[in-house]
Protein backbone atom coordinates (compact mmCIF):
# COMPACT_ATOMS: atom_id res chain seq x y z
CA UNK A 1 0.00 0.00 0.00
CA UNK A 2 0.83 3.69 -0.07
CA UNK A 3 3.54 5.12 2.13
CA UNK A 4 3.49 8.58 3.12
CA UNK A 5 5.92 10.07 4.98
CA UNK A 6 6.40 13.91 6.22
CA UNK A 7 8.79 16.20 7.50
CA UNK A 8 9.84 18.32 9.81
CA UNK A 9 7.28 17.05 12.80
CA UNK A 10 7.97 20.75 14.24
CA UNK A 11 8.42 24.01 12.39
CA UNK A 12 9.05 27.01 13.85
CA UNK A 13 9.29 30.35 12.09
CA UNK A 14 9.26 34.10 12.58
CA UNK A 15 5.98 35.76 11.55
CA UNK A 16 6.71 37.20 8.34
CA UNK A 17 9.24 34.05 6.86
CA UNK A 18 8.28 31.80 5.08
CA UNK A 19 7.93 28.19 5.79
CA UNK A 20 8.05 24.66 3.96
CA UNK A 21 6.63 21.17 4.68
CA UNK A 22 7.56 18.39 2.56
CA UNK A 23 6.26 14.89 2.01
CA UNK A 24 7.01 11.92 -0.18
CA UNK A 25 4.86 9.27 -1.06
CA UNK A 26 5.81 5.45 -2.23
CA UNK A 27 3.01 4.44 -4.47
CA UNK A 28 3.17 5.71 -8.11
CA UNK A 29 -0.88 5.29 -8.74
CA UNK A 30 -1.38 8.10 -6.26
CA UNK A 31 -2.33 11.22 -8.33
CA UNK A 32 -4.13 13.32 -6.05
CA UNK A 33 -2.37 15.05 -3.12
CA UNK A 34 -4.22 17.33 -0.93
CA UNK A 35 -2.92 19.31 2.31
CA UNK A 36 -4.97 20.03 5.61
CA UNK A 37 -4.88 22.23 8.43
CA UNK A 38 -5.97 21.57 11.49
CA UNK A 39 -6.78 23.64 14.56
CA UNK A 40 -6.27 22.15 18.18
CA UNK A 41 -9.32 20.11 19.01
CA UNK A 42 -11.11 20.65 15.85
CA UNK A 43 -11.62 18.48 12.42
CA UNK A 44 -8.73 18.80 9.40
CA UNK A 45 -9.47 21.41 6.90
CA UNK A 46 -8.92 21.04 3.33
CA UNK A 47 -6.43 24.05 2.23
CA UNK A 48 -5.26 23.22 -1.03
CA UNK A 49 -4.93 20.23 -3.13
CA UNK A 50 -3.01 19.49 -6.82
CA UNK A 51 -3.33 16.89 -8.79
CA UNK A 52 -0.99 14.72 -10.58
CA UNK A 53 -1.37 16.78 -14.33
CA UNK A 54 -0.20 19.42 -12.57
CA UNK A 55 3.32 20.51 -11.59
CA UNK A 56 2.15 23.56 -8.99
CA UNK A 57 -0.78 25.28 -7.45
CA UNK A 58 -0.58 28.61 -5.94
CA UNK A 59 -3.76 30.20 -3.34
CA UNK A 60 -2.67 33.32 -2.12
CA UNK A 61 0.03 32.50 0.48
CA UNK A 62 0.22 29.34 0.36
CA UNK A 63 1.30 27.11 -2.46
CA UNK A 64 1.83 23.33 -3.58
CA UNK A 65 4.54 21.53 -5.68
CA UNK A 66 4.41 18.17 -6.93
CA UNK A 67 7.88 16.19 -8.34
CA UNK A 68 6.17 12.82 -9.49
CA UNK A 69 9.29 11.49 -10.45
CA UNK A 70 10.93 11.96 -7.36
CA UNK A 71 7.52 11.42 -5.50
CA UNK A 72 7.59 14.01 -3.48
CA UNK A 73 4.92 17.13 -3.13
CA UNK A 74 5.71 20.09 -0.83
CA UNK A 75 3.65 23.07 1.16
CA UNK A 76 4.98 26.37 0.78
CA UNK A 77 3.14 29.30 3.33
CA UNK A 78 4.90 32.52 2.67
CA UNK A 79 4.29 35.77 4.91
CA UNK A 80 3.17 33.45 8.17
CA UNK A 81 1.38 35.52 10.11
CA UNK A 82 0.18 33.47 13.82
CA UNK A 83 -3.10 32.59 12.54
CA UNK A 84 -0.95 30.25 10.28
CA UNK A 85 0.16 28.68 13.32
CA UNK A 86 -1.58 25.12 13.58
CA UNK A 87 -0.73 21.31 12.78
CA UNK A 88 -0.57 20.55 8.93
CA UNK A 89 -0.95 17.08 7.20
CA UNK A 90 -0.30 15.88 3.84
CA UNK A 91 -2.51 13.05 1.97
CA UNK A 92 -2.05 10.81 -0.94
CA UNK A 93 -4.51 8.97 -2.65
CA UNK A 94 -5.57 7.73 -6.39
CA UNK A 95 -8.63 9.18 -7.93
CA UNK A 96 -11.74 7.19 -9.16
CA UNK A 97 -10.98 4.04 -6.82
CA UNK A 98 -12.50 5.09 -3.81
CA UNK A 99 -9.52 4.02 -2.11
CA UNK A 100 -8.94 5.63 1.31
CA UNK A 101 -6.56 9.08 1.78
CA UNK A 102 -3.20 8.03 2.86
CA UNK A 103 -1.58 10.97 5.78
CA UNK A 104 1.58 12.05 6.90
CA UNK A 105 2.67 12.56 10.41
CA UNK A 106 1.83 15.88 10.59
CA UNK A 107 3.57 19.24 11.17
CA UNK A 108 3.13 21.37 13.77
CA UNK A 109 4.15 24.57 12.67
CA UNK A 110 4.36 27.96 15.29
CA UNK A 111 4.74 31.39 14.02
CA UNK A 112 6.14 33.21 16.39
CA UNK A 113 4.76 37.04 16.64
CA UNK B 1 -15.87 23.87 0.43
CA UNK B 2 -18.40 21.36 1.22
CA UNK B 3 -19.97 20.87 4.54
CA UNK B 4 -19.47 17.86 6.76
CA UNK B 5 -21.36 17.97 10.28
CA UNK B 6 -20.59 16.00 13.32
CA UNK B 7 -22.23 15.68 16.64
CA UNK B 8 -21.75 15.68 19.54
CA UNK B 9 -18.73 18.05 19.74
CA UNK B 10 -17.94 16.27 22.75
CA UNK B 11 -19.48 13.68 25.42
CA UNK B 12 -18.85 12.46 28.43
CA UNK B 13 -20.27 9.43 29.62
CA UNK B 14 -19.70 6.69 32.48
CA UNK B 15 -17.44 3.73 31.48
CA UNK B 16 -20.02 0.66 30.06
CA UNK B 17 -22.55 3.06 28.46
CA UNK B 18 -23.06 3.33 25.19
CA UNK B 19 -22.22 6.61 22.98
CA UNK B 20 -23.52 7.65 19.17
CA UNK B 21 -21.54 9.95 16.96
CA UNK B 22 -23.09 11.30 13.95
CA UNK B 23 -21.61 12.08 10.74
CA UNK B 24 -23.84 14.23 8.39
CA UNK B 25 -22.04 15.51 4.35
CA UNK B 26 -24.67 18.81 4.50
CA UNK B 27 -24.54 19.72 0.72
CA UNK B 28 -23.26 16.53 -1.06
CA UNK B 29 -23.97 13.12 -1.06
CA UNK B 30 -21.05 10.83 0.10
CA UNK B 31 -21.55 7.01 -0.92
CA UNK B 32 -18.19 6.67 1.47
CA UNK B 33 -17.21 8.20 4.76
CA UNK B 34 -14.26 7.50 6.66
CA UNK B 35 -14.00 7.12 10.18
CA UNK B 36 -10.86 7.93 11.85
CA UNK B 37 -9.22 8.21 15.74
CA UNK B 38 -6.85 10.57 16.88
CA UNK B 39 -4.22 10.78 20.03
CA UNK B 40 -3.40 13.93 21.12
CA UNK B 41 -0.17 15.33 19.08
CA UNK B 42 -0.48 12.48 16.70
CA UNK B 43 -1.68 11.53 13.04
CA UNK B 44 -5.11 10.01 12.04
CA UNK B 45 -5.87 6.86 12.47
CA UNK B 46 -8.03 5.10 10.01
CA UNK B 47 -10.76 2.77 12.07
CA UNK B 48 -13.34 2.14 9.16
CA UNK B 49 -14.42 2.69 5.53
CA UNK B 50 -18.43 3.03 5.99
CA UNK B 51 -19.98 2.39 2.51
CA UNK B 52 -23.45 3.56 1.99
CA UNK B 53 -25.95 0.26 2.04
CA UNK B 54 -23.62 -1.75 2.84
CA UNK B 55 -21.83 -3.62 5.97
CA UNK B 56 -18.44 -0.94 7.07
CA UNK B 57 -15.07 -2.13 6.05
CA UNK B 58 -12.38 -2.21 9.36
CA UNK B 59 -8.67 -1.64 9.78
CA UNK B 60 -6.82 -4.51 10.98
CA UNK B 61 -7.22 -4.21 14.82
CA UNK B 62 -10.45 -2.24 15.44
CA UNK B 63 -13.30 -4.31 17.28
CA UNK B 64 -16.16 -4.03 14.91
CA UNK B 65 -18.62 -4.85 17.72
CA UNK B 66 -16.89 -2.31 19.84
CA UNK B 67 -17.49 0.51 17.36
CA UNK B 68 -20.73 -0.19 15.34
CA UNK B 69 -20.97 1.88 11.94
CA UNK B 70 -24.21 2.29 10.03
CA UNK B 71 -24.35 4.37 6.94
CA UNK B 72 -27.83 4.10 6.09
CA UNK B 73 -28.10 7.45 3.27
CA UNK B 74 -26.01 8.93 1.45
CA UNK B 75 -25.77 11.91 3.87
CA UNK B 76 -25.42 10.29 6.93
CA UNK B 77 -23.01 7.89 8.86
CA UNK B 78 -22.96 7.03 12.61
CA UNK B 79 -20.33 5.38 14.83
CA UNK B 80 -21.47 3.66 18.22
CA UNK B 81 -18.98 3.29 20.37
CA UNK B 82 -20.67 0.19 22.68
CA UNK B 83 -19.99 -0.42 26.59
CA UNK B 84 -17.38 2.72 26.38
CA UNK B 85 -14.31 2.39 28.36
CA UNK B 86 -11.65 4.42 29.45
CA UNK B 87 -9.58 3.40 27.03
CA UNK B 88 -11.82 4.27 24.21
CA UNK B 89 -11.67 7.83 25.36
CA UNK B 90 -10.01 9.45 21.80
CA UNK B 91 -10.93 12.47 19.55
CA UNK B 92 -12.92 11.05 16.93
CA UNK B 93 -13.03 12.31 13.50
CA UNK B 94 -15.58 11.38 10.34
CA UNK B 95 -14.77 11.97 6.99
CA UNK B 96 -16.70 12.03 3.71
CA UNK B 97 -15.79 12.24 0.08
CA UNK B 98 -17.49 13.79 -2.77
CA UNK B 99 -17.53 11.05 -4.81
CA UNK B 100 -19.46 12.30 -7.45
CA UNK B 101 -18.05 15.87 -7.81
CA UNK B 102 -14.91 16.85 -6.95
CA UNK B 103 -14.10 13.78 -4.95
CA UNK B 104 -12.09 15.73 -2.63
CA UNK B 105 -12.23 14.94 1.14
CA UNK B 106 -13.90 16.55 3.61
CA UNK B 107 -13.41 16.16 7.51
CA UNK B 108 -15.99 16.95 9.96
CA UNK B 109 -15.37 18.97 13.46
CA UNK B 110 -14.34 16.09 15.35
CA UNK B 111 -15.81 14.41 18.61
CA UNK B 112 -13.70 14.50 21.82
CA UNK B 113 -14.86 11.38 24.15
CA UNK B 114 -14.10 11.14 27.60
CA UNK B 115 -14.93 7.79 29.59
CA UNK B 116 -15.16 8.07 33.34
Known amino acids: GENVEQHPSTLSVQEGDSAVIKCTYSDSASNYFPWYKQELGKGPQLIID?????GEKKDQRIAVTLNKTAKHFSLHITETQPEDSAVYFC????????????FGTGTSLTVIP | GAVVSQHPSRVICKSGTSVKIECRSL??????MFWYRQFPKQSLMLMATSNEGSKATYEQGVEKDKFLINHASLTLSTLTVTSAHPEDSSFYIC????????????FGSGTQLSVL
Open chain 1, 50 to 54: IRSNV
Open chain 2, 95 to 106: SARDQEGTEKLF
Open chain 2, 27 to 32: DFQATT
Open chain 1, 91 to 102: AATPLNTGNQFY
